[in-house]
């Protein structure tokens, strides 16, 4: 048979009978005849089984759907509103009061409400009242900008949908995932997510992914033909796709038969509440609590003790330790999280990048290492058809017409190369001819085929990875001749192939065989004894912009690796033109068999590993993330979910695979290396932000501690009274406020971040002392210049002047010291010179000092908090303090910060 003789003129709508022999035979059955059982996990297992052991056409018939035709529109509008949308726990946006309960929740604010009212029974409504105003202020800020940030990232939100193709009223749809019912008939290919507990009707070469339910990797292989229910469990049945589960290769068509909560997926979310797992993150966080809680009961019971003995007041030693507790207790930091990491996320979503997880933010700013593949981020996407030739190099056009009746006919994903050959819509298509049965695409093969009946023959069309053909070819064609293909030959192809790839080409090569018309069924072992036509080069020509993102990348600390199933001449040519040096390539072959040690080496020192397979990319991911190294992940394929789960943070983009999408933790709705490089400095910023106010909190904490201590210890009255010292750290709460939206320095941009806790305990020991050393020399001012060490030789009104002059003095150093001091922590460099904070956290710290110095002025103060006016002798002194403390405070920073660059 003549190639050129093959007509090209099959059309798109072949019956899909042909496909799907049994869909006929419900075609008559009413949609509107099922009753659909109750969703509960049980019946829906029970349901399962029963319909397993069935034939197709009688699950049809009992389901009330018809396999050409799917469901009416109005019948599936019907069974939707009394069953209910297709999810495991209906989408709803939480109200005002759950969300801000949710909040409540953390145990810094519990703390905080437990000491309101604590201090509310003993009679302190004031002290009561400011740690109100406290929670109210951390709580309903977090609250106002995560509600604001989230509206932002719904809008876009909407605009990545994740759906499947159904049948309605007889033709192929999309609808949304929580749109699907029971007896909705669903078209699988490889890349889709299966919807719902569907039971197939039809299936070709059709493997899933059950990990998601029973933790096992390897692919499971599912039909259509009843099977045997005795004595099985519902994840056991061959025929039966589950909700949760991804296809990995061929087709098929099942019929839902469980949604929502009575799906196999939505009885074990009931039984068990899924635990994200802590990232580092969010476990540095903790341990920053738990550190601060620490101290706090520390200090508490020793300021408890030391003020009962030595006042011989126990309940007003309680008042003062619950006050000294609120000081000591970053009560602030849920909120500095919260609204830092929604700033980022709002940012980014400017960007066209959505964070589907809030902590991911961060952990983009920590990555070190992005692992991606090539196509689309260095090269454009577009891929062109530009040579067909024969096995001599010359022009063929029975090449293309082999290529064109492959891509054409094939029902599984259509790649971009698939695309690029049908664009030839030029062809001689003339005469019909049936399709007869297809061979999907999987990753062990890197080929296809698909069988085609013309004039008594049917013909296999193989496409595939140059290698996989030419193992598989025992003969080639050219022109009409056919001749043996001798290893002589094969070398020259070969060389050929190989020249092309380096070229930056994608080669493909052609094949075929012909088979009696009385085969009708075929399977892998026919693409055997095969006749190599020819192949056909495709050019996807790199970024422009791909040069300056990886130059980026690269001086923001972030090494860039190409992982790609990719042949490695390509990629080096890729590589090349865009400045990345390739390096030595490692391909997946050579990593079959190393020890982890092995691979771990090979995966650090390699820029390119090509040839890998979907498993592989997953173990690179973990073997650089055991050496250490935080590990960001960019795919958009069936082959890349496993990497995107397993990487730190795994990023897809919009126009990715469903599993792709669900797998990552960040879309992009633009796939660009420059987005994601202002991704990764999006996220560096707001860590460098929490830590600006964990840095202040710890110091200042640890540095009170001392004080309180000391003064508690020496006065013979308290150094300030519960309502001061939860006013003095109300206003320098309020201070802070402006951290979130704070500049930062661009050396703290230039590396990769990452929590480290052992630092804050260091720069808390160094700093800390520093704070209470001009906290004693305000005493020794007050006790001896002012004359408050007066205080036992006095009678009972001077004694209360002096007190209250004492603690008026120590307010004020206190609230301005802590609010100034800020400015010199949030940056390496000489504050206020050579960095200045953004104007919303100068304008906090203005108005917090203007408080302090207002207030002991006011009237009001003197009655109700107790503090009364300074002298003006005193403001000297506390302008020289503050020149001092902040600038030991910078050198003893700076000799911190150097230490810690050396080691």
């Keep these: 048979m003549r190639i050129s003789e093959i007509p090209a003129s099959l059309t798109a709508s072949s019956n899909p009978n042909t496909i799907f022999p049994m869909a006929a035979a419900a075609s008559a059955v009413s949609a509107s005849s099922l009753e659909v059982p109750q969703p509960s996990a049980a019946a829906g297992e029970k349901r399962l089984l029963e319909l397993a052991s069935l034939p197709a056409e009688q699950v049809l018939a009992r389901l009330g759907c018809s396999a050409e035709r799917g469901l009416s529109a109005e019948e599936a509008a019907r069974r939707l509103e009394r069953w209910g949308p297709n999810e495991i726990r209906p989408s709803r946006r939480e109200g005002l009061l759950w969300d801000l309960l949710h909040r409540v929740k953390n145990p810094l604010v519990i703390q905080l409400l437990v000491i309101a009212g604590v201090s509310w029974a003993m009679g302190d409504t004031d002290a009561a009242a400011i740690v109100g105003a406290m929670v109210v202020l951390s709580v309903v800020l977090g609250y106002v900008q995560e509600a604001r940030s989230g509206r932002a990232v719904e809008k876009l939100m909407a605009m990545v949908t994740t759906t499947s193709t159904v049948l309605r009223d007889g033709k192929e749809i999309d609808v949304p995932l929580s749109e699907l019912c029971p007896g909705d008939v669903v078209v699988l290919t490889a890349g889709s997510i299966v919807p719902a507990d569907l039971r197939l009707v039809a299936a070709k070469d059709f493997f899933v992914s059950q990990s998601a339910l029973t933790g096992e990797s390897m692919p499971v292989e599912k039909g259509a033909a009843p099977c045997e229910t005795a004595h099985k469990s519902a994840v056991e049945l061959t025929n039966v796709a589950f909700l949760g589960s991804n296809v990995l290769s061929g087709s098929a068509r099942g019929v839902a038969v469980n949604t929502g909560a ?12 899924s635990r994200r797992v802590a990232t580092d993150f969010d476990r540095g966080i903790e341990a920053f609590t738990w550190l601060m809680i620490k101290y706090m009961v520390v200090m508490v019971a020793a300021v408890f003790l030391i003020i009962g003995l030595t006042k011989g007041d126990w309940g007003q030693a309680l008042l003062f330790g619950l006050a000294v507790a609120v000081g000591l207790t970053p009560e602030m930091l849920p909120m500095i999280v919260t609204v830092n990491l929604s700033k980022g996320a709002l940012s980014m979503s400017r960007k066209k990048v959505i964070v589907k997880r809030l902590n991911s933010i961060q952990n983009l700013g920590a990555t070190n290492i992005l692992c991606t593949d090539k196509t689309g981020t260095l090269t454009q996407d577009r891929i062109v058809l530009e040579r067909h030739v024969d096995v001599t190099s010359r022009p063929s056009e029975d090449v293309l017409r082999y290529a064109y009746m492959n891509s054409y006919y094939q029902t ?18 003339e005469r019909t001819c049936r399709k007869v049965d297809e061979i999907p695409f999987d990753f062990q093969r890197r080929r296809m085929s698909v069988v085609i009946d013309y004039e008594g023959d049917h013909v296999l069309i193989c496409k595939g990875a140059v290698e996989e053909i030419f193992a598989a070819a025992t003969r080639y064609q050219v022109d009409e001749e056919i001749h043996p293909f001798i290893d002589m030959l094969k070398r020259d192809v070969l060389e050929e192939y190989e020249e092309l790839s380096r070229q930056g080409y994608r080669v493909l ?30 050019f996807d020509p790199p970024k422009e912009s791909a040069a300056l993102a990886l130059s980026a990348l690269r001086q923001a600390g972030v090494a860039t690796k190409i992982l790609t199933g990719d042949n ?70 069936i082959n890349d979910a496993p990497a995107l789960k397993a990487a730190d943070v795994g990023i897809s983009v919009d126009s990715a695979v469903d599993v792709a999408k669900e797998a990552a933790d960040i879309v992009l709705l633009e796939k660009s290396l420059i987005v994601l490089e202002d991704g990764i400095i999006e996220g560096r910023k707001v860590f460098a932000n929490i830590v600006k106010y964990i840095r202040m909190g710890a110091s200042s904490n640890f540095g009170n501690m001392f004080s309180v201590v000391g003064a508690s210890l020496l006065l013979p009255f308290l150094p300030m009274t519960p309502v001061q010292v939860l006013l003095n750290n109300l206003l320098y709460d309020f201070s802070q406020v402006g951290i979130p939206l704070d500049s930062v320095d661009e050396e703290d941009l230039r590396s990769p971040q ?6 804050v305990r260091s720069f808390m020991n160094r700093l800390g002392p520093v704070s209470s050393l001009f906290d004693y020399t305000t005493f020794g001012l007050l006790l001896w210049w002012f004359g408050c060490a007066a205080f ?49 956290l100068i304008a906090t710290t203005c108005l917090a000092m203007a408080a302090a110095a207002a207030l002991p002025y006011l009237p009001a103060a003197s009655s109700r908090l107790g503090l009364v006016p300074l002298p003006w002798q005193y403001w000297p002194w506390l302008a020289a303090t503050l020149l001092a403390y902040m600038s030991l405070a910078h050198l003893v920073k700076r000799r911190f910060f150097m230490r810690a660059e050396a080691a």
Excluded at 515 to 538: C, H, K, N
């Design 792 to 840: 036992s030789r006095v009678g009972p009104a001077e004694r209360a002047h002096l007190a209250a002059l004492f603690h008026s003095g120590w307010f004020v150093e206190s609230l301005m010291t802590q609010a100034l001091v800020v400015h010199v922590i949030r940056t390496r460099r000489l504050p206020f010179f050579q960095s200045r904070a953004s104007w919303p």
């Design 412 to 429: 599984g994903l259509r790649n971009l190369l698939d695309k690029a050959i049908l664009s030839h819509s030029d062809l001689d298509v």
């Design 568 to 637: 490695e001449l390509v990629t080096q040519k890729i590589c090349r033109e865009v400045g990345l040096d390739p390096g030595v390539v490692v391909t997946g072959d050579r990593l079959r068999g190393l020890s982890a040690e092995e691979l771990a080496r090979a995966a650090g020192e390699a820029t390119v590993l090509a040839r890998l397979s979907p498993s592989q990319k997953e173990d690179i991911i973990r073997a650089l993330q055991r050496a250490g190294h935080v590990v960001g992940f960019l795919g958009d394929g």
């Design 509 to 538: 090569a052609i094949a075929y065989r012909e088979f009696p018309r009385t085969q009708e069924v075929f399977s892998t072992a026919d693409e055997s004894d095969l006749i190599l036509l020819g192949y056909i080069a495709f």
């Design 262 to 273: 009575s799906t196999y997926f939505g009885a074990i979310t009931q039984k068990l509440s």
């Design 754 to 759: 990452r929590w480290d806790i052992r630092g």
